[in-house]
């Protein structure tokens, strides 16, 4: 099956720096990609679709400045957490459809952890 | 407001029984619904896909039921084992998904 990567896997950073988590497509190009972020025991809510080569488009209430995406080249997108505060901490997933497949894949996640 | 339930938080069965999982959903008409499972720290894993127009599909031991008159949607696990355990999500769509908050399933061996 089609295969998603992310990096890092985890990360650790103090409150009011940057962290940038990147989602790659491995064996395919994926022109869209969507990235999710999912508290503990809860589900996971679309935070934005990431569209390459044009801007990203947001989820009501996910403040675009704060979560930059790039969408560079069809195989990887970056979210950037900007000025990151304890309560941005969560699991961010990234996922990709492979063609014009309706189902997506989705990477392993990131583990974000602000102190 | 849209709303999507998944009923049980938590599902525990012996291993061998058949699992049923139920999603319910308010406010939408989607074209797609798909379950999928996600093991703890990981990324979902599509399981299975079924559109608007279709009843059911099955897929091995799994098997899933569309009723958009009823707005839900059925995931059954046959013959189930300990292996299975984990969370399964539904989600409405294909591209932008909403999820559901996931039932974890607990096969006992």
């Known amino acids: 099956g089609a295969v998603v990567s992310q990096h890092p896997s985890r990360v650790i950073c103090k409150s009011g720096t940057s962290v940038k988590i990147e989602c790659r497509s491995l064996?395919?190009?994926?022109?869209?990609m969507f990235w999710y972020r999912q508290f503990p025991k809860q589900s996971l809510m679309l935070m934005a679709t990431?569209?390459?080569?044009?801007?990203?488009?947001?989820e009501q209430g996910v403040e675009k400045d704060k979560f930059l995406i790039n969408h560079a080249s069809l195989t990887l997108s970056t979210l950037t957490v900007t000025s990151a505060h304890p309560e941005d901490s969560s699991f961010y997933i990234c996922?990709?459809?492979?063609?014009?497949?309706?189902?997506?894949?989705f990477g392993p996640g990131t583990r974000l952890l602000v102190l | 407001s849209q709303k999507i339930e998944q009923n049980s938080e938590a599902l525990n069965i012996q291993e061998g029984k058949t699992a049923t999982l139920t999603c319910n959903y308010t406010?939408?008409?989607?074209?797609?619904l798909q379950w999928y499972r996600q093991d703890p720290g990981r990324g979902p894993v599509f399981l299975l896909l079924?559109?608007?127009?279709?009843k059911e599909k099955r897929k091995e031991r799994l098997k899933v039921t569309f009723d958009t008159t009823l707005k839900q949607s059925l995931f059954h696990i046959t013959a189930s084992q300990p292996a299975d355990s984990a969370t399964y999500l539904c989600?409405?769509?294909?591209?932008?998904?909403?999820f559901g908050a996931g039932t974890r399933l607990t096969v006992k061996p």
């Open positions: 990431s569209n390459e080569g044009s801007k990203a488009t947001y």
């Open positions: 406010n939408y008409s989607p074209a797609y």
């Open positions: 079924i559109r608007e127009n279709e």
């Open positions: 996922s990709a459809p492979k063609g014009a497949s309706e189902t997506q894949y």
């Open positions: 989600a409405l769509g294909s591209g932008d998904m909403r």
């Open positions: 064996d395919f190009q994926a022109t869209t």
